[in-house]
């Protein structure tokens, strides 16, 4: 099975991933995926043909993103770029062992839903979201609003999932539930 492991920034999905690598399961993250396939030609092409933001054979990272989380539609167009070469590769990482696979999905939207057996939603309370990412990144809090407006909104992606795990806890409990989640998903197979 294909699972999503879903969450809004900084709710902690990069960490629950490292957790399930932890209990010997295939993960992956798209975006390490979409860092690989931004470094190929044919995405820099694609995507030079929508945004004034690649020089010299490099993608302006920053650039990209001022433009598309101001911009719902230029970031939908940018979606409809990368999602498609992101999907290939996952299902390509997949084919090569059919066990199941989790999948970090940090854009996810409702269109992604269909790609997955099953879906995982990492929830946290929106301040201590906020606190996290002001801690790591240092962005402002006025940016990581505008970031969280563009992302599916907690309820929808709560409503998509098949199960919940709530981070708002100490790392020994976010494991269990963790390996609770695993162990209910293996014995589907």
């Given at each position: 099975m294909k699972i999503a492991v879903i969450g809004g920034i900084g709710s902690g999905k990069?960490?629950?991933?490292n957790l399930i690598a932890g209990f010997n399961e295939r993960v992956c993250d798209c975006d390490a995926i979409y860092k690989e396939i931004a470094t190929t030609q044919k995405y820099k092409s694609e995507l030079a043909k929508y945004f004034d933001v690649v020089k010299d054979g490099v993608?302006?990272?920053q650039k990209l993103g001022q433009i598309v989380f101001s911009d719902?539609?230029?970031l939908q167009l940018l979606n409809s770029v990368a999602h498609p070469l992101v999907f290939e590769r996952i299902d390509r990482i997949y084919s090569e062992n059919k066990?199941?696979?989790?999948?970090?999905v940090s854009a996810f939207d409702e269109k992604m839903a269909d790609k997955f057996d099953r879906i995982i939603f990492v929830d946290s309370d929106k301040s201590l979201r906020v606190t996290r990412i002001s801690d790591r990144s240092g962005y402002s809090k006025?940016?990581?609003s505008?970031?969280?407006?563009?992302?599916?909104?907690?309820?929808?992606?709560?409503?998509l999932a098949d199960y919940v795990i709530q981070n708002d806890c100490d790392s020994e409990t976010l494991?269990?539930?963790v390996k609770a989640v695993i162990n209910e998903i293996n014995s589907l197979n």
């Amino acid at each position: 099975m294909k699972i999503a492991v879903i969450g809004g920034i900084g709710s902690g999905k990069s960490y629950v991933l490292n957790l399930i690598a932890g209990f010997n399961e295939r993960v992956c993250d798209c975006d390490a995926i979409y860092k690989e396939i931004a470094t190929t030609q044919k995405y820099k092409s694609e995507l030079a043909k929508y945004f004034d933001v690649v020089k010299d054979g490099v993608i302006d990272r920053q650039k990209l993103g001022q433009i598309v989380f101001s911009d719902r539609e230029k970031l939908q167009l940018l979606n409809s770029v990368a999602h498609p070469l992101v999907f290939e590769r996952i299902d390509r990482i997949y084919s090569e062992n059919k066990s199941n696979l989790y999948v970090e999905v940090s854009a996810f939207d409702e269109k992604m839903a269909d790609k997955f057996d099953r879906i995982i939603f990492v929830d946290s309370d929106k301040s201590l979201r906020v606190t996290r990412i002001s801690d790591r990144s240092g962005y402002s809090k006025e940016h990581i609003s505008k970031v969280m407006r563009e992302q599916m909104s907690p309820e929808n992606m709560k409503r998509l999932a098949d199960y919940v795990i709530q981070n708002d806890c100490d790392s020994e409990t976010l494991r269990q539930r963790v390996k609770a989640v695993i162990n209910e998903i293996n014995s589907l197979n």
